[in-house]
Nanobody, 121 residues
Framework: QVQLVESGGGLVRPGGSLRLSCAAS????????IGWFRQAPGQEREGISC???????YYPNEVKGRFTISRDSAKNTVYLQMIDLKREDEGVYYC???????????????WGAGTQVTVSS
């Protein structure tokens, strides 16, 4: 019933921009906290953004100022706008659902299949 589908990934040049989408079904994104995560080759999955149901946003230092998370309630979709992309941003990006951004990655029980972001010149 609950589904999350990421889209918008692709090949971009360093310094370029990309907007990822997380389309939700089976629940309302307004009623849950939605996080974005990424996993680079040979590395563990890491959280890069989270949007609380009260519109509070969270970003780690490595993406702060470059990434912006937002919600479109009418479309039941959460977005991740990425600018000034760097080679180290490359990886598979996932969105996931939780009852609270503060609860940690282990509390995100529903995940999308991911979308690939490649940063190369």
């Amino acid at each position: 019933q609950v589904q999350l589908v990421e889209s918008g990934g692709g090949l971009v040049r360093p310094g370029g921009s990309l907007r990822l989408s997380c389309a939700a079904s089976g629940f309302k994104v307004d009623e849950y906290d939605i996080g974005w995560f990424r996993q680079a080759p040979g590395q563990e999955r890491e959280g890069i953004s989270c949007l609380s149901s009260d519109d509070t946003t969270y970003y780690p230092n490595e993406v702060k100022g470059r990434f912006t998370i937002s919600r479109d309630s009418a479309k039941n979709t959460v977005y991740l706008q990425m600018i000034d992309l760097k080679r180290e941003d490359e990886g598979v990006y996932y969105c996931a659902r939780s009852r609270g951004c503060h609860l940690g990655m282990e509390e995100f029980g529903d995940w999308g299949a991911g979308t690939q972001v490649t940063v190369s010149s």
